[in-house]
């Protein structure tokens, strides 16, 4: 029986885009409180990141809406990945992706570095592109897809559909 790793080495390996780490997320249903808590972490550095300048309740509501937007992401994603553009190999479950796509988040940890004067734009600039990162590898691992590729083309997909609902909301 493999071991499964510490929420440290988890981190650290989704930061690193490690694949062990993501496949070890997928298969470890008591990770999900662990993507929760990350979810819920990660919102509040982004939004300590941006200086509170919206004040403590829009930190909060933003922060609901982060685990409300990572539930709704788990589910584009898995219709996209399984229903729209599955590979012959792609077996996965919501909870699975809600664990991989939750630990995906991570990098948003760094986003409380935005405040920095002077190089608070490059700090944003770097977070997202990790996060495209994290999140491409995520669903590649959790969809069992061959090809980063397809990943990031599920990935850009499933986001321009939010911002398309954010657009018209």
């Not at 990350?38 to 300590?48: H, M, N, R, T």
């Not at 509170?52 to 589910?75: I, K």
């Not at 959790?142 to 018209?168: E, H, K, M, N, P």
């Amino acid at each position: 029986m493999i071991t499964p790793m510490t929420l440290t080495n988890r981190l650290v390996g989704v930061l690193k885009l490690d694949a062990p780490a993501y496949e070890d997320i997928e298969r470890d249903p008591r990770a999900n409180a662990q993507a929760l808590t990350i979810v819920i972490l990660a919102s509040l550095a982004a939004g300590l990141g941006a200086g509170l300048s919206l004040g403590l309740g829009a930190l909060v509501r933003e922060t609901v809406g982060a685990v409300a937007g990572w539930v709704m992401w788990a589910g584009v994603t898995y219709l996209l990945g399984t229903r729209v553009w599955p590979e012959s190999q792609t077996r996965t479950d919501m909870g699975e992706l809600l664990r991989v796509i939750g630990f995906s988040y991570a990098p948003n940890f760094f986003s409380i570095f935005a405040v920095l004067p002077v190089v608070g734009s490059l700090v944003r600039g770097c977070v997202a592109l990790w996060l495209l990162a994290t999140t491409v590898v995520a669903v590649r691992q959790a969809l069992d897809y061959r090809s980063t590729a397809r990943a990031f083309q599920v990935v850009v997909v499933g986001w321009l559909i939010f911002v398309v609902i954010d657009w018209a909301t």
